[in-house]
């Protein structure tokens, strides 16, 4: 009889399946079905709560995080005054806040079952603090998160006089990807311009792309057309992702239609980021507001793979957080309006599956042969997990244990009442 490191009993799938048993040796997945009978060195009983590969934040700026007050509030709350304040913490901080900062930021994120995120770091600064802070950071999760660095020339490529030269620095100091701010640059013919440039510099080095790409509340920010022509130039088809993409959300309908098939021919990945596109945009709009959030839905059935991202949290763009991406899920699903069942469902797989896609996470998943990465949710379905903010029971990394947490249960004492009650358990009877 075999015997297994780890073996997780009872479980529902993502895929719906229910009393699935999942065992695990050496690092990953070596059975999955119904009543394993086996030993195991330690065995979880699920009790029929949803077991999902781990969560995958594929947006993020680490560099930046927990730096909230630093050295002063965001005032207007828009992303200009965002940036401007960035600039200002950058000279002043130092390498060992930053991985201490970003050290909290990974144990956090890790206590909520995410497992993978992708950072980007910026290289503006002449000393590139942010480069070598994540990197060592990146060395330092290693056996229990994975982090991607994204080369992100935060004042623009063309607009900052070293930002070309830095970004090559960093790129051989370890960086993953290729980032770029086209929006930001001082004119759209610039902007263009750092998008042919980072798209050529990632298809010399067999990079891949991931660029913050019209994040604007202007229609005519319409720099996602020319990475979608670089990316089908250069052969860089699924090698490429345009985060927020916002201005999509005051763009005329009859542009989108010409605009979406660009980005389907070329491949290119979409991540928008709920929580910060909500409080970001429309600033200077009065009312009607724009929502902030680009044409989810209308990518996603088109066939663009789209994953939400966090973007931020307790930094000069946004104040609040906690490392949840089920929260970045429901703020997605609020504002899409994608409120039916499939689209609920989607939404979770849009911070798990197509997150993991867009990073392309080798092993990720929970069939035979994946790593043996998952997180046990107090939830019965992936629409619970996301109507509860499910508890994260268990957090497994390799096979171990990494974080537990007790079930949240309340005590009541009303008389002629149930003495306790387990949230999980409020499901309509009709469903």
Aim: a negative charge; hydrophobic letters at 40%; aromatic letters at 4%.
């Amino acid at each position: 009889m075999a015997v297994f490191d780890l073996i997780i009993k009872n479980a529902t799938l993502p895929d719906g399946r229910k009393g699935i048993d999942v065992a695990c040796k050496d690092g990953f997945i070596s059975e999955v079905g119904l009543n394993i009978d086996a030993e195991a060195k330690q065995i979880i009983q699920a009790k029929g709560y949803l077991l999902s590969p781990p969560f995958v934040d594929p947006h993020f700026h680490m560099d930046a995080t927990l730096s909230l007050g630093t050295p002063r509030l965001n005032v207007s709350g828009t992303l200009l005054e965002g940036i401007s304040l960035w600039g200002e913490l950058k000279p002043v901080q130092k390498v060992d806040e930053i991985i201490k900062r970003a050290l909290k930021y990974c144990d956090l994120a890790v206590s909520m079952g995410i497992g993978a995120i992708r950072s980007h770091v910026d290289i503006c600064d002449n000393e590139l603090k942010g480069v070598e802070a994540l990197l060592d950071v990146r060395k330092t999760v290693a056996p229990y998160l994975d982090l991607q660095l994204v080369a992100f020339p935060q004042d623009g490529l063309l607009r900052s006089p070293p930002a070309r030269l830095n970004l090559t620095r960093a790129l051989d100091m370890g960086v993953d990807i290729v980032g770029g701010i086209p929006h930001f640059e001082r004119t759209m013919g610039e902007g263009r311009e750092s998008v042919r440039i980072l798209c050529e510099i990632a298809a010399e080095r067999g990079l891949m792309v991931d660029m913050h790409c019209d994040e604007s509340d202007d229609p005519m920010s319409r720099h996602i057309e020319s990475l979608a022509y670089e990316t089908h130039r250069l052969g860089l088809t699924g090698n490429v992702t345009a985060s927020h993409l916002t201005s999509m959300h005051s763009m005329d309908d009859y542009y989108v239609s010409k605009l979406i098939p660009l980005i389907v021919e070329a491949g290119i990945h979409a991540i928008p980021n709920p929580l910060i596109n909500i409080m970001l945009q429309g600033r200077h709009d009065t009312f009607p507001k724009r929502r902030g959030q680009t044409r989810v839905a209308e990518l996603r059935d088109a066939g663009v793979t789209v994953g939400f991202g966090s973007d931020c949290m307790m930094d000069p763009w946004y104040s609040l957080g906690k490392a949840d991406m089920l929260d970045v899920a429901i703020m997605g699903l609020h504002v899409g309006q994608l409120s039916s069942r499939l689209d609920m469902e989607w939404c979770f797989d849009a911070v798990t599956v197509n997150s993991a896609k867009i990073m392309n996470l080798d092993g990720y998943g929970l069939e035979k042969g994946c790593k043996a990465d998952m997180v046990l949710m107090q939830a019965k379905d992936k629409i619970e997990a996301l109507r509860l903010r499910a508890n994260r029971l268990v957090v497994v990394r390799g096979g171990n244990i990494i974080a537990e947490n007790d079930s949240l249960i309340t005590t009541l004492s009303l008389g002629g009442r149930p003495s306790s009650i387990n949230p999980a358990d409020y499901v309509p009877s009709g469903l």
